[in-house]
């Protein structure tokens, strides 16, 4: 045939056979022919009888060989709706094997892929769950001890969990389709997926980056591919389509079901048609009144196909495309728009006019239903979906090259759970630490080690036909070793400050009642005490009290009575108030250290509130003058003791006081130097500018003057 290509739509009511010829870039229709099914051989995409559908292909290629010459090889689809969507999810629990790389979560996605393969072959009463190819994934959600969140990496937490909606094609889809076409004497000569066939053909790869959502309405179901970042990442199926409104037409207007579905195809072209029903009565409908009399119908459709589009792509995407003979039902458009909060411009029916590389011909009408054969033609030419093989662990495994393959995919379809391939974690040590138990874990055990033709490689390496995979458990970790240093490094420390400096409060180790440096290694079963310092008390004994001088109470006797004296010991200061030895202290205390010195007299009689000197000041002619007479008399073993001598721990002093009269005039001149050289034989004394005598009573602040005169 040259470059002529046969394909086959095999659906739900028909199978459609079209031949197509490549010219350069450019594709062009040269015939076409349906037939529809004599009984439901098909039922949701997969073929229940495969010689009843053969006899239909038979027929279809039959009609086509009269005018193409003979067909011996064929494209064809698996139908969207034949592909399982099964929710899954996985969890790790983080003591065991915490996640620090993108790595770490794709493993954790695969096993929630595996997860739902294995749930997938159980619903389906399957013995062997690698019966089913997967098709992609896409996560949900993340979850960190029930919760969601959005990136699992360096997070602490209890459990890490992946939540995942993935897709697979039942092996037996493929193996019922490729028997009923040997039946027919065809051979498959590409595959693709009906979504990929359509998607390909209706959006350009450029644009697939966008999220669009492609529903394939046909007439048992609606098929739905999503796209978005330049792949397709969900496919579903709701068992609702163009059926649905035949049946409401038919009940209503009492008509067989054919009658039924010709008439909603000639209002749909011609916007009404004349009816008799089975009673004989003719009844024109029109466009208008077929609305009306299937709204509820057809708010149904869109009900179902918008909930499956939530579902897949958990928020309303950017466009809808509706292909398929189903979309042409009246006013799905708007009711889709309406229940996905979409601009009415937002979703489309699309013909083959939409086809950008096809050349048109007025043999074929620009009908919606046509958009997925010729869809297939060219996919199938351009992009068919091949079998790849690959060898995992020395084991052949074939898969379907549906999308990009990666060494996850060989991993899914071989049955590697890659998760149980994690290294051991290693020995823990059991203490006791300040009378409590506890528990001091191994290190991790290591992931596993993945090689891709020999060369490290990673779940999310590119495989191609031929590859060798190898991937080898991860070592497990090592027995738990841990300093006494490394222990406390989650104890918060106490900082206290010392005159402004400082301080770290020191913690001292015994490990089974003996003191151990930080940097002793923690053994199993090893009883361990923390004792921290506590007190000023501990903190001074710690910290070179003897810079700190007598820190005891100095005590003296007095005239036989005991008195201690404050500056002959060192005076602490805890947050500006006095403290005892034995005081608490804690994180960020300010401690302020006077230390103690050696008292002398004059300290003593601050500290007894009386005064060694009794003083005045006053003034001669003219010049300030200091007056001072002694008042008290301090003696220790009748040896007399001036006011500098320093004083002894438990001193026994007396003190006395010495009678002394009031400052008289004449005592000035203790002070000062009287100049006699100019001095006549008279003179006269002033006290305040009063005259006074040598007798007169002083007071402080006195002024006094002496007048010399012939």
Known sequence: MGNHIFALDIGTRSVTGIIME??????????????????????DGQIHNVVAVSEVIKEVKKNLEKRNGNLHKVCVAAAGRALKTVQAS??????????????????????????????????????????????????????????QIGSLIDQIGDEAAVEIIATFLPKVVVESLIAALNRADLEMEALTLEPIAAIHVLIPESMRRLNVALVDIGAGTSDIAITDKSTIVAYGMVPVAGDEITEAISDHYLLDFPMAEQVKRNIVDHGK????????????????????????????????????????????????????????????????????????????????????????????????????????????????????????????????????????????????????????????????????????????????????????????????????????????????????????ENIPSITIYVNEEPFALKMNFYVNNQLKSKDYQIKDNDTITLKQTKTIQEFLTQNSTEKLGNTKVFTLTVNNKKINLDKGETQIYLNKYKASMDHFLKHNDQLVIIAAKKPTVNDLLEH??????????????????????????????????????TLILNDDLIIEAKQQGPFIFQDVFRYVDIDLTNASGKFKIYKNNQPATFHEILQDGDQLNIEWFH
């Open 90 to 147: 996985s969890a790790i629990s983080l003591d065991q094997q915490p996640i620090t790389t993108n790595e770490t979560i794709k493993h954790l996605e695969l096993s929630a892929v595996q997860s739902a393969q294995k749930n997938l072959a159980i619903q389906d009463k399957e013995n062997d769950f690698k019966n089913y190819y997967c098709a992609g994934y896409s996560v949900l959600q993340y979850k960190l001890d029930n919760e």
């Open 22 to 43: 490549k010219m350069n870039d450019k594709f062009q229709v040269l015939d076409f022919y349906t037939k529809e099914h004599h009984e439901r051989s098909m039922r």
């Open 273 to 488: 048609d004349v009816v008799k029903d089975i009673l004989g009565f003719e009844t024109t409908i029109t466009y208008e009144q077929l609305i009306e009399d299937t709204a509820d119908k057809i708010e149904n459709l869109a009900h179902s196909i918008a909930e499956k589009i939530i579902e897949l792509n958990s928020k309303p995407p950017k466009a809808i495309m509706l292909v398929g003979g189903g979309s042409l039902t009246p006013e799905i458009t708007t009711a889709l728009a309406n229940k996905l909060k979409l601009p009415d411009n937002r979703v489309a029916i699309r013909g083959i006019d939409a086809i950008q590389n096809l050349i048109k011909t007025d043999s074929l009408t620009n009908r919606p239903d046509f958009v997925t054969p010729i869809g297939i033609a060219i996919a199938a030419e351009q992009n068919p979906v091949h079998y790849v093989s690959v060898k995992v662990n020395e084991k052949l495994i074939r898969m379907f090259e549906m999308k990009q393959l990666t060494i996850g995919d060989s991993l899914i379809q071989s049955g590697i759970e890659i998760n149980k391939l994690y290294g051991k974690p290693g020995m823990a040590s059991i203490i006791t630490l300040n009378d409590k138990e506890i528990t001091l874990p191994g290190a991790y055990g290591n992931p596993p080690s993945i090689y891709l033709n020999q060369n490290p490689a990673t779940v999310e390496s590119i495989i191609e036909n031929d590859d060798e995979i190898i991937i080898h458990k991860g070592a497990d970790g090592k027995a738990s070793k841990v300093t006494l240093e490394q222990l406390i």
């Open 608 to 645: 007894l509130d009386k005064k060694y000197w009794d003083t005045i000041r006053v003034s001669y002619n003219g010049k300030p003058i200091v007056m001072e007479q002694q008042l008290l008399t301090v003696k220790r073993n009748d040896k007399i003791l001036d006011e500098r001598s």
